[in-house]
């Protein structure tokens, strides 16, 4: 007979019909009724079992955690809260959970414990749906790209390029570690490498990416990043995914167009596809907000949030005029920045950047045009000599969830920036001949997946958005 998913038999209407479904038992009470959860929805279905018909060696063993088989026959429910229910007329134990140590029970655990135990969490409600979402959003960037002519290109994870100038980077060996080759200068001789030099884990795909749109014409890489930064807040990962398309012929106004509108889209998408895991997932976060002081809580759901990003236009700021609003806001002058805001060019920090989006606009805000000394070489210099056509989108509780640019395609002006950086031009030569040929006006963004995945689901905490987080000092599983 063959197996319904309880998604599907939560939407059936034939009842009275004999149905098979498998799945984990999440309660078990008045020893007759079984929540069965399969991860096909975040909703269980409800399996009545006649226990006096039963027998009792059977019952015991319907603990929570166990996975089990059901036959039986699909009914009008007669609770409340549900359709259907399932009258077992045959229950399987296919694999016990004893009650003593498993460590998920049906109640509430805090976020701590439940990630020392991420192999299990997925089984909790809350992080069954956001790993849902999360597959959703995930299966949305790809449909959106591909919709609008984008081809996805695997950039490698294995780098050797060593000035991708993202942030710190995990070196990739195979040397001895305790005894090492050295070179005549005592320095770790990498000609020894696997790879015949030093080689490390990706900080971004651009680089490779911006070479491949210089022939495709738009593409993005969607892939996995790694920053070896001491970062221990609750929007840094160690490992984590990165979208980041690169288009040719396009400005920086196009590329604030295109963030903008597949930011839109991927929220949309989801909104549609994932209503029972967002409802979920809001009265998690109303609940939740319920509970801070008054001035730290979000005046709208997780869903009025997702709804006001659809709805409303990100605004366009240029750095300058941040930095007026930000050196002349009441925060500032009254010293309760950790970072002052004083002289044009000083970097935005966290805490500027959710003033700008939660406090002063109080909608999403792009940043654009900022100071060259603070941002990367590659980015398009403008005619005042001293900004880039760089941008920033900045959401509120997240801060940065995207930085891009509009690329400096002049080979002068380029490589005038390099020598200025100390980066040797050879390292470089094969991202300099995207500018030697048939250089082109182009632009592009980086979106880390996780913050996207923050947002929609309203989680507070990156860690909890990624199945299996990477972090300082912590790599368990
Ligand atoms: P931040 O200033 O927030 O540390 P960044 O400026 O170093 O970020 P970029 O190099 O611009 O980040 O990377 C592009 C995007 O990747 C960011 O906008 C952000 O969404 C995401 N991102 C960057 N670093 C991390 C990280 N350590 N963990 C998770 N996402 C990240
Ligand atoms: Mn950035």
Redesign the pocket.
Known sequence: MQKTSVADLLQSEKKGIEVHVKGWVRSFRSNRFVALNDGSTINNIQCVIDFEATDENLLKRINTGAAIAVKGILEDSQGKGQSVEIRVTKLEILGDSNPDDYPIQPKKHSFEFLRENAHLRVRTNTFSAVMRVRSALSFAVHQYFTQHGFYNVHTPIVTGSDAEG??EMFRVSTLDAINPPMTDEGKIDYSKDFFGKETNLTV?GQLEAETYAMALGKVYTFGPTF?A?N?NTT???AE?W?IEPEVAFNDLDANMDLAEDFIQSVIKSVLETCKDDLEFLNERFVKEESQKPQLQRSDMSLLEKLQFVLDNNFKRVSYTEAFEILRNSKPNKKKKFQFPVNEWGVDLQSEHERFLVEKHFKCPVILFDYPATIKAFYMRLNEDGKTVRAMDVLFPGI?????GSQREERLDVLKEKIKALDIDEKELWWYLDTRRFGTAVHSGF???F??LVQFVTGMGN?RDVIPFPRTPQNAEF
């Open positions: 993202a942030g971004s920053r930064e970062s929007r840094h990962l984590f990165m801060g940065e969830i995207v930085g980086g979106l880390g996780e913050r990156i």
